[in-house]
């Protein structure tokens, strides 16, 4: 649920094209740098073109509550019906980075 301020606020974002591309150009990098630095550490995970990866994980609850006590938050897959798996969102470099180094 969205209150009617959300509601105004994300209409007004629609209208921000520039806003927009930009998002979507670093949604685009952002997610290729994740696939080949997870592909270099021999994790698995399907072509995505949303702004986020189903990854494959020895141990997805130890990873999980690893990450989270590091203040990175992710999906559990098995929620989605892929267990085994964590979703990772695409973030900005700096978290990107860091989720890359805790795994």
């Known amino acids: 649920n969205v209150n009617r301020l959300g509601q105004v606020a994300a209409l007004a ?13 670093l949604v685009i990098e952002e997610r290729a740098f994740l696939s080949v630095e997870l592909t270099k550490r021999g994790y698995r995970f399907p072509r995505s073109h949303a702004n986020f990866l189903l990854v494959a994980v020895p141990d997805p609850a130890a990873l999980r509550a690893r990450l989270l006590k590091a203040g990175i938050l992710v999906r559990d897959g098995a929620s989605l019906g892929f267990p085994g798996h964590l979703r990772f969102s695409v973030g900005l470099r700096e978290t990107n980075e860091k989720l890359l180094s805790l795994l």
Do not use: F, N, Q
């Open 13 to 25: 974002a629609l209208d921000d094209h520039e806003h927009l591309e930009r998002t979507r150009r």
